[in-house]
């Protein structure tokens, strides 16, 4: 069975950072790609960050030089450094995997993905 377990949610005050992990089982790691999105109360899931199998980056445009995406294929795990932290970067966030070479921006090309885990910032 595949598995993606997220960690390192919390609640921290605006301008604070926080980084996010994604611990993947069950799965060809480096064969995936891998992403993060995030689904604030009310709204609907957004994309946030991608990683390519060789380690490229992809972002939205609304974390761009403020977030970080980086995996680890050894650990099997993907990471999301996030810094100066607002309000609106509230919400649940999702690690997920896609298979194949799709648009990474797009939640319908993810086949995996994690629980979620909940990242709060406020004053």
């Known amino acids: 069975q595949v598995l993606l377990v997220e960690s390192g949610g919390g609640l921290v005050q605006p301008g604070a950072s926080l980084r996010l992990s994604c611990k993947a089982s069950?799965?060809?790691?480096?064969?995936?790609?891998m992403g993060w999105f995030r689904q604030a109360p009310g709204k609907e899931r957004e994309f946030v960050a991608a990683?390519?199998?060789?380690?490229?980056?992809f972002y939205a445009d609304s974390v761009r030089g403020l977030f970080t995406i980086s995996r680890d294929n050894t650990k099997e795990t993907v990471y999301l450094q996030m810094n100066s932290l607002k309000p609106g970067d509230t919400g649940v966030y999702y690690c997920?995997?896609?298979?194949?070479?799709?648009?990474?921006?797009?939640?319908?090309?993810?086949?995996?993905w994690g629980q979620g885990t909940q990242v709060t910032v406020s004053s």
């Open positions: 997920a995997a896609a298979p194949g070479p799709l648009e990474l921006g797009r939640e319908s090309s993810y086949t995996y």
């Open positions: 069950g799965l060809p790691f480096s064969a995936y790609r």
């Open positions: 990683v390519r199998r060789d380690g490229s980056p």
